[in-house]
């Protein structure tokens, strides 16, 4: 099961718990619940002279990646018995359309 715990217009903070039943006795055992976040990141490309990077090995600018700008609008839930679904509606400039991200948890 995936729960949010956090949501702000740049970030998104999941619990997510996982449920064990043993087959054999029919009993359920929780695993331990672990938390992450969800946000919006790039990396900015290498414009050395160096030739432009391929398509699985780039070289970037920077070490790490950065943050990209986005507001986040909405975020909606939804429970099925089989597959859980989170939809992320985020806007990256306040004129451009808005962009859905879609999280599907399957059942195991």
Request: contains cysteine; positive net charge; proline residues 5%.
């Amino acid at each position: 099961m995936l729960r949010i715990m956090t949501c702000t217009d740049k970030k998104v903070t999941f619990l997510m718990k996982r449920k064990v039943v043993d087959k054999r006795y029919g009993s359920v055992s929780f695993l331990r619940d672990q938390m992450f976040d969800f946000d919006f990141r790039y990396y900015e490309p290498y414009n050395g002279n160096e030739p432009r990077s391929g398509l699985y090995v780039f070289k970037t600018a920077d070490q790490d990646s950065r943050e990209f700008p986005h507001t986040i609008e909405r975020v909606r839930v939804y429970q099925g018995k089989i597959m859980q679904q989170i939809v992320i509606h985020y806007r990256n400039f306040p004129k451009e359309p808005k962009t859905i991200v879609k999280i599907k948890l399957h059942r195991d």
